[in-house]
């Protein structure tokens, strides 16, 4: 039995216990952040706030949906939307959560490109990331199903095609996923269960991870310096705060990180309240119908580029260039063969490579949206070999880099 | 002597939970297939000879939407003889029988009756009258499901002698 003082608070009392004074100190009092950064270092906050409101919305969502294919319907559209006391903000908040959170992550992605975040014992950091966003697509595309639309129909019988691999035909795949022929039931139940669960806790294991994995080498600052963290925190603690180069962690930080969220809450809720209707595609709102296919059948707005990079090609390619697109960004840290961790614009032919990519995958998401006609479909197709010639270029651009 | 020991405690461990964990891998792949009560109601009886030439008639068997299109004389007479390989024929009549889902993604074509052939609108794939792809995306025709001649009606989920003649040939999916 170890030895344990009387203890004179109930702060003291804890720190017996769980070490709560050590705990408070490495991960907020003590847990340096750069000072020379910009409301973009925000993002990682935003997203955890709009990942907690997902969850709080879907907890009241939880009390009352059916996942049935003959009541889901119904549950979503009549009892929630008209039954339930705010129900239908919760169902607003919600849909509005899933698809605002995809453009803060796009945000936050591009913030870690443009600064090279993603090198220098910040690689885990990025994989991390990356399979946030994979675990964030699934979540979405899981959560899509639910109200058992004619959108979640299709959608769910389009996505889950896709794994009988192209001409390898490999029905008995995609039937095991469905538990079915078609999506029905078992489906509906199976994706419910990921949904609500699975899902979540693997989202909630890899944002520790993520968190965990920025411990150590800090956030990245505005000009990619390295910061001595241990002279700079001396100074710090010494009490010259204005010499030194950090900040703490809480509260200093979270202060300002915090002012961020706060307006980007106005936003938000200015959506959720007066232009919810974006994140509501007026199809989905027809009940699910196994013998009619919808004119135009589109993913949400956030996976319209990587739709538009299945859709040009011939079937067998087309899905080799889609799986590579899903993969291909996760390997940022090892294609980019240069040393130098600084802003994109100080990084010879990395800058244009970086605004083309950013250009690349707009103009990709704008024409996954239209009709494949004419124009439209040439475009695609032209925007769709960028984007698979950006990363093939990649290593070679980025090793012909001078360091700087 | 102690270290064989703790390294054959080690392997006999080790032994034990792969065993356990492939045979729990292999329940939770048994528990999403699907069941064995949505395998049975796989049967439909379709009525041919209710069928009006060149107009398509849609059934439902084990959830997917059903094509059938009784040929005219004209459309019968035009077609090659890859095409006429796809037809279930009962005495004179030609009648295309196919799941009415594109081979591409899924989506369901419509049928053209001027120029009887089917344009999916998912992504612009077209087949002609006989389910052959005429334009890409689709990569293979509309497939033909199971089916045995009773008469002049036709048992969907069932094998008979002359869907196994097609199946041989190579020509059902």
Redesign the interface.
């Known amino acids: 039995m170890a030895h344990f003082e009387k203890a004179n608070s109930l702060n003291e009392w804890m720190d017996q216990r769980l070490g709560v004074n050590t705990l408070q100190r490495v991960l907020a009092k003590e847990y340096w952040i750069p000072k020379d950064i910009n409301f973009l270092w925000a993002m990682g906050m935003v997203l955890a706030i709009t990942f907690g409101i997902l969850l709080i919305s879907g907890i009241f969502l939880l009390m009352y949906y059916q996942p049935n294919v003959d009541l889901a319907f119904d549950s979503v559209n009549y009892t929630i939307m008209q039954e339930v006391g705010f129900g239908w903000m919760w169902r607003h908040v919600h849909a509005v959560a899933a698809s605002v959170v995809f453009l803060i992550i796009y945000i936050h992605m591009f913030t870690g490109i443009y600064y090279g975040s993603y090198k220098k014992g910040r690689e885990l950091i990025w994989i991390s990331g990356m399979l946030l966003f994979v675990a964030f697509s699934a979540e979405a595309f899981s959560g899509y199903m639910l109200p058992w639309g004619q959108m979640s129909y ?1 959608a769910g ?2 996505i889950t ?2 794994f009988s691999a ?2 390898l ?1 490999l029905n008995g795949v995609v ?8 999506p ?1 039931q ?1 489906f509906l139940d ?1 994706f419910f269960m990921l949904h609500v669960l699975l899902i979540p806790v693997a989202i909630m294991a890899l944002i520790g991870l993520h968190f965990g994995a920025l411990r150590l080498p800090h956030v990245n600052n505005q000009n990619g310096e390295e910061i001595d963290f241990e002279v700079e925190a001396e100074k710090y603690k010494s009490g010259n705060k204005a010499a030194s180069k950090v900040i703490a962690f809480a509260n200093d930080f979270m202060s300002k990180d915090m002012f961020v969220v706060a307006i980007y809450l106005v936003f938000f809720f200015y959506l959720v309240f007066w232009n919810f209707d974006f994140a509501m595609d007026p199809v989905n709102f027809d009940p699910a119908n ?4 919808p ?3 589109y993913p949400e707005w956030y996976f319209l580029w990587s739709y538009e990079i299945l ?1 040009p ?4 390619i ?1 899905l080799i260039a889609f799986a590579f697109a899903q993969v291909i960004f996760v390997l940022l840290p090892f294609l980019d063969r240069s040393p130098n961790t600084v802003p994109a614009n100080r990084r010879g032919l990395f800058k244009f490579w970086f605004w083309a990519m950013l250009l690349d995958m707009i103009v990709l998401t704008a024409m996954g949206k239209l009709p ?2 004419g124009i439209f479909s040439t475009i695609g197709y032209v925007a769709a070999l960028v984007f698979i010639g950006l990363w093939i270029i990649l290593p070679f651009i980025t090793k012909l880099e001078k360091k700087l | 002597m102690n270290q064989t020991r703790r390294g054959f405690m080690g392997k006999a461990f080790g032994a034990v939970a792969g065993v356990g964990a492939v045979g729990a891998l292999y329940a939770m ?1 048994r528990s ?4 064995p009560s ?1 395998k049975a109601a ?1 049967f439909t009886t379709i009525d041919l000879s209710s069928c009006t030439a060149n107009k398509l008639i ?1 059934e ?1 068997w ?4 059903i094509f059938v299109l009784r040929k005219t004389a004209e459309m019968v007479a035009a077609q090659n003889e890859a095409q006429t390989a796809r037809d279930i024929v009962i005495g004179d009549d030609h009648y295309l029988v196919a799941i009415g889902l594109c081979t ?5 074509p419509a049928y053209r009756e001027d120029k009887t052939d089917f344009k999916c ?4 794939g077209e087949f002609d009258s006989s389910g052959i792809e005429t334009l ?5 025709p509309l497939v033909i499901p199971p089916f045995k001649i009773n008469g002049a009606t036709l048992v969907l989920g069932e094998e008979g002698p002359e869907y196994s003649k097609m199946k041989e040939a190579g020509i059902v ?1």
Request: hydrophobic share 35%; with cysteine.
């Open positions: 299709w019988m389009v095609n896709l192209g001409s035909e039937e095991w996923i469905r538990g079915d022929y078609v029905a078992a199976r196994g013998l009619v296919t004119a135009h059948i859709r090609f011939d079937k067998d087309g494949p006609q | 792949k999403w297939d699907p069941l949505v796989g849609v439902k084990r959830g997917k939407p591409h993604l899924g989506c369901i609108a998912c992504h612009g890409a995306p689709p990569p293979s999916a």
